[in-house]
Every structure is written in structure tokens, then in C-alpha cells.
């Protein structure tokens, strides 16, 4: 049972930075494709990074470029997303989610999917 589990949210204060984790069992980590998602309050979720074996990632959003990074460590099974100069309007809750085995490609639509984490909440604010 493949089952995503995210860690590493918290309170930061304006231009603070984080790193989220999200940890894969009953996953083999050789083809993968895992991406990481934001839902603001009353906003639609949206992707944030993607990060596949195959192609390497991908940033869906102008707006954390140059601020957030993707990256994976294939012995811990973790992917992992380093968010910096953090803003307000980045306050959310991140979820990160994996594509089923064998699809190594990126995308920004949700529904492509199957595997979610529970999600973890950031919050900016002084």
C-alpha cells in the first residue's frame, strides 16, 4: 500500500524559509514522477513543482520561481521541496502526491495523481 507522508510545515515569518519532506512507503523509488500541490483557503488546489526520474523537474508556478526547489534522495525515498524568501501569499496547505509506477511524467492537473499525503499546513505571517 503505497502510502505519502508530508512533514516540515509550520509558522515563518515573511522572507523565512522551510523544507518540506514527503516521505513514500510501499513505493519502489526507481520510476517516479511526484509532484507537490498548494490549497489556499477558498482557492483551488494548484501545483507547485514536479520532480520526476526520468525528466528531471518542473516548476508550474511563476510566482515561487527562483524561490522554491524540488529535489529527491532515492535512498531515504523522500522528495523533498525547499521553499525560501517566503511570502504571505504562499500560506497554504502542501500536499505532495505521486503518479502510479512507471509514469515519469510531470503534470499539472491534480487528477493525474493517485497517491496524496495528508497534506501539511505553512503559514507566513509576522
Known amino acids: 500500500q503505497v502510502q505519502l507522508v508530508e512533514s516540515g510545515g509550520g509558522l515563518v515569518q515573511p522572507g523565512g524559509s522551510l523544507r518540506l519532506s514527503c516521505a513514500a512507503s510501499?513505493?519502489?523509488?526507481?520510476?517516479?514522477?511526484i509532484g507537490w500541490f498548494r490549497q489556499a483557503p477558498e482557492k483551488d488546489r494548484e501545483a507547485v513543482l514536479c520532480i520526476s526520474s526520468r525528466e528531471g523537474s518542473t516548476t508550474y508556478l511563476d510566482s515561487v520561481k527562483g524561490r522554491f526547489t524540488i529535489s529527491s534522495d532515492n535512498a531515504k525515498n523522500t522528495v523533498y521541496l525547499q521553499m525560501n524568501s517566503l511570502k504571505p501569499e504562499d500560506t497554504a496547505i502542501y500536499y505532495c502526491?505521486?503518479?502510479?509506477?512507471?509514469?515519469?511524467?510531470?503534470?499539472?492537473?491534480?487528477?493525474?495523481?493517485?497517491?496524496w499525503g495528508q497534506g501539511t499546513q505553512v503559514t507566513v505571517s509576522s
Open positions: 502526491a505521486a503518479r502510479p509506477r512507471g509514469l515519469t511524467s510531470c503534470h499539472d492537473w491534480d487528477r493525474f495523481y493517485d497517491y
Open positions: 510501499g513505493f519502489v523509488f526507481d520510476d517516479y514522477a
